[in-house]
Every structure is written in structure tokens, then in C-alpha cells.
DNA sequence: ACCGTTCGTCCGAAATATCGGACATCGGTC
DNA sequence: GACCGATGTCCGATATTTCGGACGAACGGT
């Protein structure tokens, strides 16, 4: 049906041209979601199949509302301060991620590398919160992006409640190619995950960046089952005796924020 | 019936009583902003004006957009993930806020008070970053929630490259009466933002709340222009050594933070 | 100076989203 | 067990929002 790697998502309509402006506006911030950078109105219109017309009468109005903002020379258009408030209320609202925040934020910054709190969404690995470190070599946060399972540390302890069969039923085969082309062995992601578990945290190295290690530790709800992870994401050549630190440092994290203790 | 100070939004109508859907949905995002907590789905259509049934389809597809969650017996709804996500990619499209994002985390970490990072919206004034220190005694933030400028350490630096009669036009007067009824004379409030802009830094204390104390210090642009302002909230009785440091703390940090050196 | 392109606004027509009200459910109360 | 209030769904009518296309302005390349 659709294949969205980065895809674009039209506008989906049944018979006719006409859609709701409240849809069109679901797409519109979800296009910009996709783009991350302030972008014209007219390619907006294009990229999501709304007349141009509507488009600029739709961007008129969540400018209003500071949903928007109206960005270089007046040419582009990016999400407002509207969107901070609402997303900063939904933060506070849910109690594990507002634990969340308080631990990442302070191993980010005793420890001095990026930190990061994840969790799945449908058969998609997301990043929830990002706590950039001192190097900040990273600069873009990929909050809400979402990303193949297999790409990732976190995404071996998040399903690792399931069988194996289980496993390889939920995630979409073309999600074990990674961004290189490397086809990962789904005999291998499945050992890794046995192992995690046992070993209560997991590395991997160089899978989406050939530089980069990420060392997780797994958020379990009372029944064991893992929710969400934290992390770090550091240099590949990072010490195997500073590794093992923030190893430490993650599985205590992660087992304050385990609901029930 | 509903007197809650932040006053409400009715959808204003000209005529009838038919409104665009993508109005309704903004009414509705911005109560539940102003109410801070999950709402029942038939309240938010009584105080918001907007038709039940109405009300219901467009919950219905903000839920699936994610922009909405149900909360506890499904009774409820409040923000959901989306707004998170667009939230973040605002702050990270902002230069000087991801600045600010890292001096407020790394101020608040080491001094282990509350800190935050504040402008004006019109003629309010508003808390855009808050990041709790190890005391968390103040558990709500209050991101995007406008507050009248006299009632803030920060607002006296952030209307000071003002006249003073400017100063007293720019802000209602109703704006002047703290929430426990107190009046804040304005000739004491006019020197104050002197004294603060000699002195390169303001304090307050017992305004908003009797135990509270505000330390802050000014962003300014090139021309000298307070832009925003990066402040401590501790408790009143903080000894004056401390917050001495402190005030050196938010100094160097909004020096930072100024553009242009 | 001459095009071709993009930007933003405006307008009338008609497809349809909003609205009001009816209805079925569910829980709690007396 | 009957009553009351609140919740959530459904449906048809019509007031209105969306849409297409036209238009003038602004821009940039030749």
C-alpha cells in the first residue's frame, strides 16, 4: 500500500478532492514533522495534495493560534510556541515520562554523553526524550522519528517479552536492511535479544552509524515485560572501562524508573 | 460555575453558531492547555461552546492522529505524543531556546534549584523553559502559561529598555493586583526595573507566593534590548551567600546566551 | 526591457462537514 | 426497580468551507 521510509503521505480521499481542513492540518504538521526544517507553503500544498488555495488559508490560521510561525524572510513556515506548551503539558502528564526526564537529564549531564529514553510505537522504535551530552556531536534530536526495530540497541529489549517467532511475525521484514544496505541475520537479532536479556542491558556498535555505539538498559513494568529503554549514545571508541560505568549508571536508572520498583 | 483566573475561550461566532472544524479544534487544545489536565469530553464541548456531537468527531480524529490521548477509564482525554514531537521540533528550530535549553539544564543540575528560561508574549509575561532542580517543590510547570508581568522578577528586566510611562501603558493595570489582592505601587515597580538594570540582575520576593524567592538575569541582543531572561526559583529563606552564587551563576549564563557575546 | 515562475489574494459554486436532536447504554441513588 | 444524569453513536438537512482558477505583484535570469 504505502511505503514510507521517509516517504510523503498524501492526503488520503475516497471519491472527490475534498477533505476536511482539520485533516489537511493533521497532514500539513505531520509533512513538516517528516521535513524537519521551516518550509515553503506552496510545497506543503504540493507534498501533501492540498490546493494551494486551502493551504494558505489553513496556515493563516494556525499562525493565529501560534501553532506556526512564519520563518525567515517570510518565505517559510515551522512549527509555533503553541506546540511546545501542548507537548510540554503532555510530558508532564504521563508519570513514567516525567520520571524520565529527571534521569536523563541528570546522567546526560553527570556523565557528560547523550542520553536518550525510548519506547516502541506499533512495530516502529521511537525516541521519546534526548538530553543532548557536552560533545553534542548530534545535533538534530530524532524525538518522534520513527525507526526499524533492528536498527537499533533499545528496539533488542523491547520486544524481548515475545517469542522469536513472535518476533519475526511483528517486525516488517525490510526493517532488518539497514540505512547501508546490510541485511541483518534474523538469527543473529534474535540471539542478541536472548542475550540482552539475560545480560539485563545491550550494546551495539556501528549498526546505524558506523562511529557510534549505544548502550541501553530496559524499563520493565511489575510483569517484567520491558516498556521503554535509556540509553546512551556514544563515540564508538569509547573506553571499555568508561562503558561499563554508564552501563552501571543506565541499569540503575532504568530500574528506578521500573513502575513497582 | 467556572471562575478560573486564566480566563476561558468561548469560539467566537459572528452569526450562527457554526464554526470551522479546525476553529473547534483550537479552542479545544487551548482549554485544555489552560485547564492542565484531562477533561472530560462533554465539558470541554459545554465550555468551549462547541456542539457535543461535534465534539466527539473531532476528538475521534485527533486521537487518531495522536494529537489527543484517552486517559484513565477512557473518561478523558488530554494531549497525546504529537504534540510532543512538534513541540521539540520547535525548540530545536529556535537558536537562542536550544542555547537556553542547555544552560537551564546545566544550571539547574549543578546549583540543584529550579531554573528557567522566560520572554514576553505581548504584554505577559511567560515561562518557555523549565527544567526542576532536586527540590521539585513546585511539581507543575508552567510552560506557556501567560502571567501578568509585575507579578515576576523577570518581567522587570524584559520591559526595561522601556520609558517609564511607556512601561505603564504597555502593561494593564489590572495586571498590577497580585493574586492575594495586594497592589504593587507603580512608582516602586518603575524603580525597581531601574535598579535591576544597574544592577544587571533582579530579585524578588514573596509575590506570587509568600515563600518563594526569583533570581534572574538578562538575555540581551546586540542593542542591549533585554530579550529574555534565565532565572532560579528557591525557597525565601536561601541564605544570601547562596544566592549571591547563584546570581553569578545566571550572570555568566545569560552572558552566554546573549547574541552577539 | 522582456519573459517565465512563484507568491499571495480573491471569488463564486457546490460538495459536504457541522449541527441538533433522537436514541440506546450504563451506573448510581432512593 | 424505577428514575435520573451522563455518555457515546447515529442520522438527515443545510449553512458553510473547501476548492479551482483567475489575477496582479514580485522576482530573477537573459
Known amino acids: 500500500m504505502k511505503s514510507n521510509g521517509v516517504a510523503e503521505k498524501q492526503v488520503e480521499e475516497k471519491s472527490t478532492g475534498r477533505a476536511r481542513g482539520i485533516d489537511r492540518v493533521i497532514a500539513l504538521m505531520e509533512h513538516l514533522h517528516s521535513r524537519r526544517a521551516p518550509t515553503r507553503i506552496a510545497d506543503i500544498a504540493r ?8 493551504m494558505y488559508e ?22 509555533g510556541p503553541a506546540m511546545h506548551y501542548y507537548g510540554s503539558d503532555y510530558l508532564d502528564s504521563v508519570d513514567l515520562i516525567r520520571k524520565a526526564r529527571v534521569e536523563v537529564a541528570h546522567i546526560a549531564e553527570t556523565v557528560g554523553e547523550t542520553a536518550q529514553f525510548c519506547t516502541l510505537e506499533g512495530d516502529k522504535y521511537l525516541v521519546v526524550l534526548n538530553e543532548p551530552g557536552r560533545r553534542m556531536f ?17 528496539g533488542r529489549l523491547l520486544v524481548d517479552h515475545m517469542a522469536a517467532d513472535e518476533i519475526l511475525r511483528f ?36 549498526l546505524v552509524d558506523r562511529f557510534t555505539t ?35 549508571t543506565l541499569k540503575a536508572s532504568a530500574e528506578r524508573l521500573s513502575p513497582g520498583r
Chains 1, 2 share one sequence.
Not at 67 to 76: A, H, I, M, V
Not at 144 to 152: N, Q, S
Open 47 to 54: 507534498d501533501t495534495g492540498t490546493p494551494r488555495s486551502t
Open 58 to 79: 489553513l496556515v493563516n490560521t494556525l499562525v493565529e493560534a501560534r501553532w506556526l510561525e512564519l520563518r525567515d524572510g517570510e518565505g517559510t513556515v515551522y512549527f
Open 138 to 154: 548530534r545535533i538534530s534530536s530524532e524525538i518522534g522519528i520513527k525507526v526499524p526495530i533492528p536498527w537499533t540497541a533499545s
Open 171 to 206: 517486525i516488517p521484514s525490510e526493517d532488518f536492511i539497514l540505512p547501508d544496505g546490510r541485511r541483518i541475520a534474523e538469527d543473529e537479532f534474535i540471539e542478541d535479544i536472548r542475550r540482552a536479556r539475560n545480560q539485563g542491558y545491550v550494546r551495539t556498535t556501528a
Open 214 to 248: 549505544c548502550l541501553a538498559a530496559p524499563v520493565r513494568d511489575p510483569a517484567g515485560r520491558c516498556i521503554a529503554t535509556i540509553c546512551f549514545v556514544v563515540p564508538a571508541d569509547t573506553t571499555e572501562e568508561a562503558q561499563q560505568a554508564m552501563i552501571e
